[in-house]
């Protein structure tokens, strides 16, 4: 018998964005919506929020200067622009009025590339940077999300162990004790206890994937952990097109079945939308 309630993770940004009819060609993807397209980015927040998140993460997976830089600007100028997109999207997540405002954070080149990895010492010039204007813009948790090299992980956290409290890891992994790199779950796991990380998930991963993986995670970590699942039976294009779909019953069901095993946060990634989040809390209610 339940007797509490998970705390409820958003969605997809990236693809609801797409379905409302924006195109957010590579590398930047989302991140000039928020200055360009701020009230439909808005939006998106908003009605995850009505559909019953608790946790609204802010739409800065590309707002880097690495990025910027990668389109084509000077380097003055990719500082400013992504600076400026960091901050509005911070205002933009805030105005929604979710419970917790998250700062998301990722691999500095495309997630599903983990050989991408630009080295140590570019990772950590552009982390260290990107932190400070999240620090400087005030949230409430810092998540690290959708990271799948070893190496990167590792080069992040340690450039978030000062002035940084109440960070979260999220892993995305190829086969159930795998990152996409190859790198083992459970050294990634390691690498969150000796970082003082305080939520450790799995997300932007397959649930066939996620139901063996979940055997690691519970025998190695023992905070508060959770999942936030692709709704895809495959993993998504490069765009984030997903051909084949969960419906949103097997999506509730599946993450029903997780918080019973002990899960404290779950929620959706690629391919959700805000309906999908209503039916995950309207599954668990009628339990």
Not at 16 to 41: F, H, Y
């Amino acid at each position: 018998m339940m007797t509490s309630f998970p705390l409820i993770m958003d969605g997809a940004m990236g693809t609801e964005l797409m379905d409302r009819g924006l195109k957010m060609p590579l590398p930047l993807c989302s991140a000039d919506t928020n200055i360009t397209e701020p009230e439909i980015v808005k939006a998106v927040h908003i009605d995850y929020v009505n559909a019953g998140a608790d946790i609204i993460g802010t739409n800065t997976f590309r707002t880097t200067t690495w990025t910027y830089r990668k389109v084509g600007f000077s380097h003055k100028v990719s500082q400013s622009r992504a600076r400026s997109s960091l901050m509005k999207a911070v205002d933009l997540a805030r105005e929604s009025n979710p419970k917790i405002l998250g700062a998301s954070l990722t691999s500095i080149e495309d997630c599903y590339m983990p050989k991408n990895f630009p080295g140590r010492l570019y990772a950590k010039e552009v982390y260290a940077q990107t932190l400070d204007w999240m620090i400087d813009a005030g949230v409430d948790l810092f998540l690290f999300e959708t990271m799948g090299n070893i190496k990167e992980i590792e080069t992040l956290l340690s450039a978030s162990n000062i002035s940084i409290h109440r960070k979260w890891l999220s892993i995305v992994l190829k086969s159930e004790n795998e990152l996409l790199d190859g790198s083992s779950i459970n050294k990634a796991i390691s690498l969150a206890k000796t970082h003082s990380i305080d939520t450790f998930l799995i997300n932007c991963t397959t649930v066939d994937i996620l139901q063996g993986a979940l055997k690691y995670v519970k025998s190695n970590w023992n905070k508060d952990w959770g999942v936030y699942p692709n709704v895809g039976k495959n993993m998504p294009e490069k765009d984030g097109f997903i051909k084949d779909k969960h419906n949103n019953k097997e999506i509730s069901n599946f993450l029903k079945m997780v918080y019973e095993d002990g899960a404290k946060v779950i929620g959706v990634c690629c391919g959700s939308t805000p309906d999908t989040i209503s039916n995950i809390v309207k599954t668990l209610e009628r339990n």
